[in-house]
């Protein structure tokens, strides 16, 4: 019978096509405002003047040239594990560039007269949160012969990655204004310092954004090759997302909004634009909300709608988010993301138990059956197609559906591969220390203890289930196996290997439970 030379054929479609899957690298605006574009060119020569804003989550570093910001360092976040140097997401040099720049622009003669200049002015070139201070606010300003003030305010906040930007415009003059808010976000194509985005630790990295008629659209900068005009929304927002980590600029929420992408030699820009009228004698006031930080899903959501799905689980997001949800609430309770994967682990195989048992109690009873199978081999030995008769005839007669262990086999690999996206893309469990030499569940075994743990566990399921398995072949590659899957998980994120070890203990137990309650 066949039945496990299926069973070993799933096993390895399941894993060319989990190697498949990882291999995938999730990896018209108007000419005439080019004010925006050009404006937007970096420059390393003007550091003396960069104005520094400090809190305990973050540091920036703001060009008032443009009002860009060109360096912004996470101070919770090491850089590595264990480093003392924090993680630097924006940043402004000769070989990569990854800055926010939200300003003024106009198409009108006299409006752009009066921005003509546009530099802005701090009273320090230093801010810093103090111990007893909440919020910090940070003006810059701007003033065109007292007729035109544009003031921006910077307001950041204790323990928080998110900014408001307050614009002030103030017309002193006797005419209409016609100005063009704007945002953007500048990103160099090519990044000498990116995560190894191989084919174990792919990611998505490029730009995406949120607007009236679509939640969460990803635009890959491969895609980026001419002017494009994305889309005229009244609320959203755009973002450069990365592992871990993005930068976001949630739009202001008042009329039409206009999303632009564009390819500017090895630099891709994502922003919008709304272009504002300010009466004579008048005053206008925008806010603009920005997120320079982790994806942390729980504050993502209370930013902006739909922010928190630049968490990309990939296609099997609607298994991945309820398995981080669960994660997340028993690791209340633990305070140890370990103890979590594996209490997640037992709920998980409680839930599936219904299932699972089918699964085992066809390979027990196949096993019992193994003595008259080798008769019926033995007896019609030259005659295989009526050796197959007879053998289907006997799983009849006993009520054993040979095929029954596959389905559950199926339903528990999107489980695995959904588990593999939240372990691998959930910042929450960036250098998430379990015990022992597991300082990063995230991040491959070091020592490859555990994958070799999880061979073990493997190889005594296998030596279980080669009982049923007469064919010498088969029992080689199901001897083959547990050796192949070690040195796969060699690479997989210690986490998900915990997982598939406890996983694979339980499956132990319950197959000698089952086995010992048919035999009596």
């Not at 899957?21 to 970096?42: F, P, R, V």
């Not at 809190?55 to 040239?65: E, F, G, S, V, Y």
């Not at 695995?416 to 300082?439: D, K």
Request: glycine letters at 2%; aromatic letters at 14%; a positive charge.
């Amino acid at each position: 019978m066949n039945t496990q030379r299926n069973f070993l054929i799933i096993i390895l479609v399941f894993i060319s096509f989990l190697l498949w899957q990882i291999w995938q690298n999730d990896n018209k605006l108007n000419i005439a405002d080019k004010y925006i574009t050009n404006n937007n060119k970096y420059s390393l020569d003007s550091k003396n003047h960069i104005i520094t804003i400090m809190t305990d989550a973050l540091l920036l570093k703001i060009n008032p040239d443009n009002s860009t910001i060109e360096q912004a360092y996470l101070l919770k976040y090491p850089k590595y594990l264990k480093s003392h140097e924090s993680f630097k997401l924006l940043n402004t040099s000769s070989n990569f560039v990854y800055q926010l720049q939200s300003s003024l622009s106009s198409d009108d003669y006299f409006s752009k007269n009066l921005l003509k200049h546009l530099k802005f002015y701090s009273k320090k070139t230093k801010y810093v949160l103090k111990n007893n201070q909440k919020e910090l606010k940070v003006p810059f300003i701007y003033k065109s012969n007292n007729n035109f003030i544009y003031i921006k305010t910077f307001i950041l906040k204790r323990n928080d990655y998110k900014i408001n930007v307050i614009d002030s415009i103030i017309n002193n003059t006797n005419k209409t204004i016609v100005v063009n808010i704007f945002g953007q976000i500048k990103q160099s194509i090519n990044n000498p310092n990116q995560y190894n985005n191989n084919f174990i630790n792919s990611f998505y990295r490029g730009s995406s954004y949120s607007t009236d008629h679509e939640n969460y659209k990803k635009y890959e900068f491969s895609k980026i090759k001419y002017y494009k005009l994305i889309a005229n929304t009244s609320y959203g927002w755009i973002a450069m997302s990365q592992k871990y980590f993005i930068t976001s600029l949630i739009i202001p929420n008042f009329g039409i909004n206009n999303f632009y992408i564009n390819k500017i030699d090895d630099n891709v820009l994502i922003g919008f634009k709304n272009k504002i009228h300010i009466n004579a004698y008048d005053k206008k006031e925008i806010n603009t909300k920005i997120w320079i930080g982790p994806k942390l899903q729980s504050k993502l959501k209370l930013v902006a709608n739909n922010l928190d799905l630049t968490v990309d689980y990939g296609w099997l997001w609607f298994i991945s988010q309820p398995l981080f949800k669960l994660l997340n609430f028993v690791t209340k309770y633990t305070r140890n993301w370990g103890l979590s994967i594996i209490i997640t682990t037992i709920i998980i195989k409680m839930i599936l138990h219904p299932l699972t048992r089918i699964q085992y109690v066809s390979m027990a009873k196949i096993r019992l059956l193994q003595p008259k199978i080798s008769m019926i081999r033995k007896k019609f030995e030259n005659n295989k197609q009526q050796q197959s008769k007879e053998i289907l005839f006997l799983y009849k007669k006993e009520k054993v559906n040979p095929f029954g262990g596959c389905f559950p086999i199926i339903i528990q690999m999107p489980i695995f591969l959904a588990l593999y996206y939240v372990l691998s893309g959930s910042v929450e469990l960036r250098h998430a220390n379990f015990c022992f030499w597991i300082n990063d569940l995230s991040s491959q075994d070091p020592y490859y203890i555990l994958p070799i743990v999880m061979g073990i566990t493997m190889y005594i399921i296998q030596k279980l289930s080669s009982n049923n398995i007469e064919d010498l072949i088969q029992r080689k590659i199901a001897t083959i196996m547990p050796i192949i899957f070690t040195l796969f998980f060699f690479w997989f994120p210690s986490g998900l290997v915990l997982y598939y070890i406890i996983s694979n203990i339980i499956t132990i137990i319950q197959q000698q439970v089952i086995f010992r309650r048919l035999i009596k």
